[in-house]
């Protein structure tokens, strides 16, 4: 493979990389103040 | 030590055992109840940089104490299922998250918008009153029992609590009082 | 009195055969009970325990073993925690039952006799050992008597 082919590679695996952890912590963040429904 | 913080100052501390010193666990959402106007839990995030949400959550009941640097329970057996814990904590309603609703007077004055809660807490937590930003611009903070209804987009308020934004929470905490009296509520 | 610092990386004898085992490497603790439970012996995976009965002498100069039998390697996960210095009580932050940080462990004292812990050393602050609740890898909680006075 190429110089070009490894630098794909490696573009690839950063925006993976990247997703991942976005993603994994907008899941955790929360951080919400929630009023609990009415009784009755 | 009683203390006010407010909840996005609760959100992300370490839960951590008093028997067994480990971190077990740190607050996601603060759950209350605007009626008796007290946290009724949190949910939880695991600790770790990358790690996600935890499926187990934390009552009021089950919390030792609140502090500056932690929430404090006594051992990881607080922390339970959801299928063990109060609907309204297990299965919070996220659609009545309070924070960015507009706050609106019985009159329809808007007297700008939620911002954060504010909570006494220390052995238990009493939710003392809400941040908001006013509409020109600036924080404010008015009392609890503050809303006549509240919904995930606003909170409806007696009209004398316009008279009752204070601009920090030292002033918050003397004026929650007198506004109580003032609705008839002491 | 002895302190924590103090006795790391002291020499350990065997008192029965007067060959050397190794050196202390941390102290586990037993927060319930407010005193030493075991003695860590070297580092890493070859890292091993003696339970403070097994002593015959915590001296200044050296702490002598009843025999070499009685080293032991770590037999669950608190005990590996504690080869990994993950339970270590000096450095360890301090934690009120309330929730509020009163600082870091800097040391700790204890009597070379019973194992039992008699001081919490923070900072310039002196704490009984009776304020400990519980400590592990995140923190030692400390009860109210020992939050700083407002």
Same mark, same amino acid.
């Given at each position: 493979?190429?110089?070009?082919?490894?630098?794909?590679v490696?573009?690839?695996?950063?925006?993976?990389?990247?997703?991942?952890?976005?993603?994994?912590?907008?899941?955790?963040?929360g951080?919400?103040?929630?009023?609990?429904?009415?009784?009755? | 030590?009683?203390?006010?913080?407010?909840?996005?100052?609760?959100?992300?501390?370490?839960?951590?055992?008093?028997?067994?010193?480990?971190?077990v666990?740190?607050?996601?959402?603060?759950?209350f109840?605007?009626?008796?106007?007290r946290?009724?839990g949190?949910?939880?995030?695991?600790?770790?940089?990358?790690?996600g949400?935890?499926?187990?959550?934390?009552?009021?009941?089950?919390?030792?104490?609140?502090?500056q640097?932690?929430?404090?329970?006594?051992?990881?057996?607080?922390?339970?299922?959801?299928?063990?814990?109060?609907?309204?904590?297990?299965?919070p309603?996220?659609?009545?998250?309070?924070?960015?609703?507009?706050?609106?007077?019985?009159?329809?004055?808007?007297?700008?918008?939620?911002?954060?809660?504010?909570?006494?807490?220390?052995?238990?937590?009493?939710?003392?009153?809400?941040?908001?930003?006013?509409?020109?611009?600036?924080?404010?903070?008015?009392?609890?029992p503050?809303?006549l209804?509240?919904?995930?987009?606003?909170?409806?308020?007696?009209n004398?609590?316009e008279e009752f934004?204070?601009?920090?929470?030292?002033?918050?905490?003397?004026t929650?009082d007198?506004?109580?009296?003032?609705?008839?509520?002491? | 009195?002895?302190?924590?610092?103090?006795?790391?990386?002291?020499k350990?004898?065997?008192?029965?055969?007067?060959?050397?085992?190794?050196s202390?490497?941390?102290?586990?603790?037993?927060?319930?009970? /407010?005193?030493?439970?075991?003695?860590?012996?070297?580092r890493?995976?070859?890292?091993q325990?003696?339970?403070?009965?097994?002593?015959?002498?915590f001296?200044p100069?050296?702490?002598?073993?009843?025999?070499?039998?009685?080293?032991?390697?770590?037999a669950?996960? /608190?005990?590996? #925690?504690?080869?990994?210095?993950?339970?270590e009580l000096?450095?360890?932050?301090?934690?009120?039952? #309330?929730?509020?940080?009163? #600082?870091?462990?800097?040391?700790?004292?204890?009597?070379?006799d019973?194992?039992?812990?008699?001081?919490?050393?923070?900072?310039? /602050?002196?704490?009984?050992?009776?304020?400990?609740? #519980?400590?592990?890898?995140?923190?030692?909680?400390?009860?109210?008597?020992?939050?700083?006075?407002p």
């Open positions: 493979m190429g110089v070009l082919g490894w630098v794909i490696v573009v690839i695996v950063v925006v993976v990389a990247s997703v991942a952890f976005v993603v994994i912590r907008r899941r955790r963040r951080g919400r103040v929630i009023a609990a429904k009415e009784k009755g | 030590m009683r203390l006010l913080m407010t909840a996005s100052q609760i959100r992300g501390l370490p839960v951590v055992t008093v028997r067994g010193g480990e971190d666990a740190e607050v996601r959402d603060v759950i109840s605007p009626e008796a106007g946290l009724l949190v949910t939880l995030n695991k600790r770790g940089f990358l790690a949400r935890s499926r187990d959550v934390l009552p009021a009941e089950a919390i030792h104490a609140i502090g640097d932690a929430v404090m329970v006594l051992d990881a057996l607080s922390l339970v299922a959801p299928e063990d814990a109060p609907d309204d904590v297990a299965h309603a996220v659609e009545r998250n309070v924070i960015g609703d507009d706050v609106l007077t019985e009159g329809g004055l808007s007297l700008g918008k939620v911002t954060d809660l504010v909570l006494l807490v220390g052995s238990s937590g009493e939710v003392v009153g809400y941040q908001i930003e006013k509409p020109g611009g600036g924080r404010g903070y008015i009392p609890l503050a809303q209804a509240v919904s995930g987009a606003a909170l409806v308020v007696p004398i609590t934004v204070k601009d920090d929470l030292v002033g918050l905490g003397a929650v007198e506004f109580r009296a003032r609705l008839g509520l002491s | 009195m002895e302190s924590f610092k103090r006795s790391a990386g002291r350990v004898l065997s008192r029965s055969s007067a060959k050397e085992l190794g202390v490497s941390h102290l586990l603790v037993d927060a319930q009970e /407010r005193r030493i439970a075991a003695v860590v012996i070297g890493g995976k070859k890292a325990l003696v339970e403070w009965e097994q002593l015959s002498g001296g100069d050296a702490v002598m073993v009843v025999d070499e039998g009685a080293l032991r390697p770590p669950d996960d /608190r005990e590996r #925690g504690a080869t990994e210095g993950k339970l000096v450095g360890k932050r301090a934690l009120s039952e #309330g929730g509020t940080e009163v #600082g870091k462990l800097d040391d700790v004292t204890f009597d070379t019973t194992g039992a812990l008699v001081e919490l050393i923070i900072g310039d /602050r002196r704490v009984q050992a009776g304020a400990l609740m #519980g400590s592990g890898s995140y923190a030692a909680v400390l009860d109210d008597s020992a939050e700083p006075s």
